[in-house]
């Protein structure tokens, strides 16, 4: 049987960092990810942070990977806007939070996870090579069996069983490993988000000109009031390079409660005519081919206007940007940019005269994707270990989630690097007990200042965040949060109350940040009172569920990684309703699943028996 001396299960960004942070310590470390490329099953935001703490020190990307980071990482901007709008049907009301975003900040970039991922795995494999580890992609683990030995036997899908010391497990929130470890029971409705997004194309300059950017720079807008359409939690638009990612972020529970399909959610904030207006474009639309011509003629045709409309979209996109206009030229194909607007101009003219295709103003919608979120304050696992293996990230229920702060990557990124640490000391010594290695990370994590944000508010935080509503007037707040504001306005008394609060504890203080007043009614008032109109130029063309899954990438499996449990529970019909991409339906009173479509959420897993698809098997994102 091969034998390595760590196994870490997961690609994602905290299975990647921890892969490197081993080989920088010079030890070997295979790691094993179910999609068939890294970056091909995740999905965020999203905004990846590097922290600077007040008090204790955090792992960042740029420590893991080094400066070839800042220099070659394909994020896409650096976020210097962070804007929170309160809505009310038409009207906008709008809060700059950018200082409560560089709140103990080095950076915050927003991301694309397929790219990201695939630039860490790179760096990360080729280091990993080094001591004889590396990335196998395609690879579902199964199942791990313990020896008497204090190793373990790692089983998979698709490999022959082999032996490793110890094992980091960074398989995101529906974690196997914890199962099948019996780490920990599966995360509840009360401790879990459900997140929905979608990424819409938007050439650069247009991003540039219409956020009001610089090149490099980047926005980031947060929204709550009637887009949420009375759930806890809001919708969210980061600008990338040449994309937007545009979504939500909801309490489960409040979805259970009152159930609304995550793609209406979505489309309502793609409705709303502010969100229009940010990601309007150009859209070609194709006319109706004449069906009385010869089959044959009738595909050419749809041939040719496939071909036409993307090379019309890549020649823009290009030309559209400030890098692809140089590429285009100093590839010679052409000598200025007088005539890539000619070769434009003529595919276009081509399209509308030859083939009937008219250009209207829509947005253009690129991929659909969904996934729970573990809320750390409510979920992150009290001891991160179970007997050798270490949990990290989602897996180990971390991530910071209050109000505008939105946190798991560098959360993950900094569980990765003390779990990579741990591990290290531990093969040293050759020690995997749980007090050597366990205990020692179970601690380094609990002194993360990450860990204290999960528990506790804080008040520098809270004050910026209280500065930037300063103008909303406070009839308005101390209709619901009287107290709370009289305390919280006056700087002693605030120190005061802060203190009171964190003895009180999160778990009697949430009911009260997070609530429907909070998200909803709140947000709704001040935007009917305050907010400025706005209107949209043009309604959006919103794909429809089915349109959406049809564009989606799959490598499908005849079997199902899914079963279904109780086809009569309440939480399964529910299910009917919150699957994102409609698996399932109602038959007889009986839910039945239809798994081909599904993007592996996680939504269903609390009553069904839920496994990743086997490997290289199910969703292979683009985007993430
Ligand atoms: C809509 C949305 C918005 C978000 N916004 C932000 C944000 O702005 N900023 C931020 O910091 N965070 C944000 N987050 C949270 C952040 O994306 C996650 O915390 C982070 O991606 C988790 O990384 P991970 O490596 O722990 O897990 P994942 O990225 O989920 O990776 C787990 C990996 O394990 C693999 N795997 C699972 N099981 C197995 C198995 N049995 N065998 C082999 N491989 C397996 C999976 O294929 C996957 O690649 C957001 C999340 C969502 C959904
Ligand atoms: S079947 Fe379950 S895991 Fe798959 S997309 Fe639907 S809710 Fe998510």
């Not at 600077?52 to 080094?66: A, I, L, Q, S, T």
């Not at 992609?137 to 199964?142: A, D, K, R, T």
């Not at 081909?596 to 290289?616: F, M, Q, V």
Request: a negative charge; glycine letters at 8%.
């Amino acid at each position: 049987m091969e034998k390595y001396d760590v196994a870490i299960i997961g690609g994602g960004s905290a299975g990647l960092a921890a892969l490197k942070q081993l080989s920088n310590h010079g030890k070997q470390a295979v790691l094993l990810e179910a999609g068939n490329k890294v970056g091909s099953k995740n999905i965020s935001g999203g905004i990846l942070y590097s922290k600077k703490p007040k008090r204790g020190h955090v792992n960042n990307v740029e420590d893991v990977y080094g400066d070839v980071f800042l220099r070659e990482a394909p994020f896409e901007r650096k976020v210097t806007k962070y804007i929170l709008h309160a809505t009310s049907k038409d009207k906008i009301y709008s809060i700059d939070l950018t200082k409560a975003h560089e709140y103990e900040a080095n950076f915050g970039y927003s991301v694309l996870m397929n790219k990201l991922n695939g630039w860490f795995a790179q760096h990360a494999a080729e280091s990993a090579q080094k001591f004889g580890g590396g990335i196998i992609p395609g690879v579902h683990v199964s199942s791990i069996e313990s020896n008497s030995s204090g190793t373990s036997i790692i089983k998979t899908d698709e490999l022959d069983e082999f032996e490793v010391k110890a094992i980091i497990a960074a398989d995101g929130v529906n974690s196997e490993v914890a199962q099948i470890s019996g780490a920990r029971s599966k995360f509840t409705p009360q401790q879990l988000y459900q997140g929905v997004k979608v990424v819409v194309k938007l050439p650069e300059d247009i991003i540039v000109e219409r956020f009001n950017l610089s090149a490099q720079d980047g926005a980031a807008h947060l929204f709550a009031g009637d887009v949420t359409l009375n759930h806890l939690g809001g919708g969210f638009l980061y600008t990338n390079k040449n994309t937007v990612s545009l979504g939500v972020v909801y309490h489960f529970d409040s979805l259970l409660d009152n159930p609304t399909e995550p793609y209406t959610l979505v489309d309502s904030m793609l409705k709303n005519p502010f969100i229009s207006e940010l990601i309007k474009d150009e859209v070609p639309s194709r006319g109706q081919i004449d069906k009385s011509l010869p089959q044959e003629e009738q595909l050419r045709i749809r041939f040719a206007v496939t071909k036409l409309i993307k090379s019309w979209y890549e020649l823009r996109e290009a030309s559209m940007s400030q890098n692809g206009r140089a590429e285009l030229i100093k590839s010679g194909k052409y000598n200025s940019i007088e005539a890539i607007n000619e070769k434009l101009s003529s595919i276009r003219d081509q399209l509308t005269d030859k083939y009937g295709v008219s250009f209207l103003t829509d947005y253009n919608e690129a991929e659909y994707s969904a996934k729970l979120i573990p809320d750390g304050k409510r979920c992150r696992m009290s001891k991160p270990y179970h007997n050798n293996i270490l949990f990290v990230g989602d897996a180990a229920g971390r991530g910071i989630f209050v109000g505008p702060r939105i946190e798991g990557l560098n959360v993950g990124i900094d569980d990765a690097v003390r779990a990579a640490d741990a591990v290290a000391r531990a093969l040293d010594k050759n020690n995997f007990s749980q007090d050597y290695l366990g205990e020692y990370y179970s601690q380094s994590v609990e002194e993360s200042p990450y860990t204290r944000d999960m528990k506790q508010i804080d008040k520098d935080y809270l004050k910026i965040f209280l500065d930037a509503a300063k103008d909303v007037p406070k009839d308005i707040l101390s209709a619901k949060y009287g107290t709370i504001i009289k305390l919280m306005s006056s700087g002693t008394l605030r120190s005061v109350a802060i203190k009171l609060a964190n003895i009180l504890g999160y778990e009697r203080l949430l009911p009260i940040i997070e609530s429907e007043d909070t998200y909803v009614k709140v947000p709704i008032e001040i935007a009917e009172r305050l907010g400025k109109k706005a209107t949209a130029s043009y309604k959006p063309n919103i794909p429809s569920i089915a349109d959406r899954v049809a564009n989606l990438k799959y490598d499908d499996d005849n079997v199902s990684h899914i079963k279904v449990l109780d086809s009569k529970s309440d939480f399964m019909k529910k299910m009917v309703t919150l699957c994102p991409t409609e698996c399932y339906t109602i038959e007889n009173e009986q839910v039945m699943l239809q798994h081909e479509g599904c993007i592996e959420c996680g939504t269903c897993s609390l009553e069904t028996d839920w496994k990743h698809p086997r490997g290289e098997k199910g969703i292979v994102f683009q985007y993430g």
